[in-house]
Structure formats: C-alpha cells, structure tokens
C-alpha cells in the first residue's frame, strides 16, 4: 500500500489545519492507521491511531482535546484534523498503516509496516 499525507502549512498559534491521507495499491479497510510526527532533534512521535472501524482511536497526551482522527473507508482515507495548535506542535507529520491489528497503545512505542512521505506542519508563535 503505498499512502500520501497531504495538508500541512505553516499557520499561527491557536489555529487550524486538517492533514489528509489518501491511499494506493491496497484498500486501508483492512489496516490501523496512525499519524506519527517528528520535530528537528527529537525523536518520532505516536500521535493518534485508529482501528479498522473506526470504533476505536488513540492520541497521545500533548494533542487530547485538540487533535481528532477519522477515517473513510470508502474514500480510503485518514484524516487528523488539528485544532489549537501550538507552536510545540511543529513537526513533520507521516501518516502510517499496519495491517496486523494490534492494540492501538502498542503504536505508541512501535512503528507501522507502511509510512507515507511527511507533510511540514509548522506553527509560529
């Protein structure tokens, strides 16, 4: 499968982005999807996961409330729309798939099989 983020920008504190992730070659009905971020010197971030339904998402501490996951199986996609963003929130974001179905908390400490190239999401202060 191979995926494609697509969304990201530079825009101020306190404001908005929805970062897009479409798929090829395979349907993601099937696939946990994530975002995962990595700021320059840090190491990459488990952001937010969602289960093949839908009926089950995860998020990392620093983005609860702010940060909502989705997906459309139909469509083939996933998306993070990004509420009050901080200037911490800068990053390059990657989308990510796995077929194997673990539990959502596992993504948090382990990569996915699939990874899409990153979108810069850069907020100013």
């Known amino acids: 499968v191979q995926l494609q983020a697509s969304g990201g920008g530079l825009v101020q504190a306190g404001g908005s982005l929805r970062l897009s992730c479409a798929a090829s070659g395979d349907t993601l009905g099937s696939y946990v999807l994530g975002w995962f971020r990595q700021a320059p010197g840090k190491e990459r971030e488990g952001v937010s996961f969602i289960s093949t339904t839908g009926s089950g998402t995860y998020y990392t501490d620093s983005v609860k409330g702010r940060f909502t996951i989705s997906r459309d199986n139909a469509k083939n996609t996933v998306l993070l729309q990004m509420n009050s963003l901080k200037p911490e929130d800068t990053a390059v974001y990657y989308c990510?798939?796995?077929?194997?179905?673990?539990?959502?908390?596992?993504?948090?400490?382990?990569?996915?099989?699939?990874w899409g190239k990153g979108t810069q999401v850069t907020v100013s202060s």
């Open positions: 990510a798939a796995d077929p194997k179905l673990r539990p959502l908390n596992y993504y948090s400490n382990y990569a996915m099989d699939y």
